[in-house]
């Protein structure tokens, strides 16, 4: 990347996280923000630092969220040990992310997030999908895509 797109990035990415992380705060009032938001750091380094990479894609980014946010909560709810639990979404969320073409490497934290992510993830339910899992996700992408239009080359147009 230039220092022209590296500069944007920087910025989109800064710009990106704190809507993510204001939008969770707001909403959620979450005592846990660090730990819901460690999956959107990982994203937004992604998006944001290797924007032309599969895994940083609109369809990973966001699929790969939901699948692992919905994995996740699934094994808390069905697998009494969180070790366990934690380890079986990882898999499982890997195995559906492949086999949906959506494979995101911060999926992984979501799907570990969903269960150990404590009492006020696990009040949400299957809530955490949508807010903060999807919203989070959308923010990082509309960002992505307005500083997308600094780079030299735009990785969401298809040539």
């Known amino acids: 990347m230039s220092n022209r797109e590296v500069f944007a990035s920087i910025i989109g990415a800064f710009f990106a996280t704190l809507c993510a992380s204001f939008f969770s705060n707001s909403i959620l009032e979450a005592d846990n923000m660090p730990m819901i938001l460690a999956s ?77 992510g404590g009492a006020n993830v696990h009040e949400l339910g299957y809530y955490f999908i949508i807010v903060p899992v999807f919203f989070n996700a959308i923010i990082l992408l509309s960002i992505a895509m307005a500083v997308a239009t600094f780079r030299e080359k735009n990785p969401f147009v298809i040539d």
């Open 40 to 116: 959107t750091g990982a994203s937004a380094m992604l998006i944001f630092g290797i924007p032309h990479s599969p895994v940083s894609q609109p369809w990973p980014l966001v699929g790969g969220h939901l699948i692992s946010a919905f994995i996740g909560i699934s094994a808390y709810y069905l697998i009494p040990n969180p070790i366990l639990a934690s380890s079986v979404a990882i898999g499982v969320a890997m195995l559906l992310m492949h086999n949906t073409g959506c494979m995101h490497p911060p999926g992984g934290a979501t799907a570990v997030t969903a269960v150990i």
